[in-house]
Structure formats: C-alpha cells, structure tokens
C-alpha cells in the first residue's frame, strides 16, 4: 500500500523560504513520477513540480519556476520541494502525489494528506 506522508509546511513572510518534505513508502518508486500538487481556498488543484524518480529530469509550472525547486533523495525515499521569494499567492495545501510512468491523464493516482502553507503579506 502506497503511503505518502508531507511535512515541512508552515508560516512564512513574503519573500521568505520553505522545505516540504514527502516520506513515500509501500513499494518500489524507480517508475514512478512524483510531483507536488496545490489547492488554495475556492480554487482547483493546480501542478506545481515534478520529478521523475529514475531519471531525477524536472518540470515546473510557469508560476513557481525559478522559485522553487524539486528534488530527490533515492536511498531515503523522500521528494522534496525547495519553495524560496515565497508570494501570498503561494498560500494552499500542498500534496505530494505519485504517477505510474506512461500513465496518460487525469490526477496523479495516489496523495499524501497535504500539509498547509501560508505567506502573509
């Protein structure tokens, strides 16, 4: 059974940083895509970042790229989110989320729980 579990989400100032962090745990992850997912309040859940486990090649939605970076640990099974000159716009519940390889459309097949980020102006 896949488990992915967040942390690292907070309060943060405009212009400041965050790290969040996801455990993936359950099964082998080497053809999976990880990737980071938002919701903020009265809005769909948006792509933030992606990962590919095997290769560690990125993508970023236009919004956050240059600002936050997505990476890999390997040996310890982590995906994290590097989030920098964090804007109030950034303000939602981030997910982590895990993707079969090949797989085409719709949302990613499994979620973390979310864990909550919040900059003031």
């Known amino acids: 059974q896949v488990q992915l579990v967040e942390s690292g989400g907070g309060w943060v100032q405009a212009g400041g940083s965050l790290r969040l962090s996801c455990a993936a745990s359950?099964?082998?992850?080497?053809?999976?895509?990880m990737e980071w997912f938002r919701q903020a309040p009265g809005k769909e859940r948006e792509f933030v970042a992606a990962?590919?486990?095997?290769?560690?090649?990125?993508n970023y939605a236009n919004s956050v790229k240059g600002r936050f970076t997505i990476s890999r640990d390997n040996a310890k099974n982590m995906v994290y989110l590097q989030m920098n000159s964090l804007k109030p716009e950034d303000t939602a519940v981030y997910y982590c989320?895990?993707?079969?390889?090949?797989?085409?459309?719709?949302?990613?097949?499994?979620w973390g729980q979310g864990t909550q980020v919040t900059v003031s102006s």
């Open positions: 989320t895990a993707d079969p390889v090949g797989k085409v459309g719709g949302l990613p097949d499994y």
């Open positions: 359950g099964r082998t992850f080497s053809r999976y895509i």
């Open positions: 990962i590919s486990w095997s290769t560690g090649s990125t």
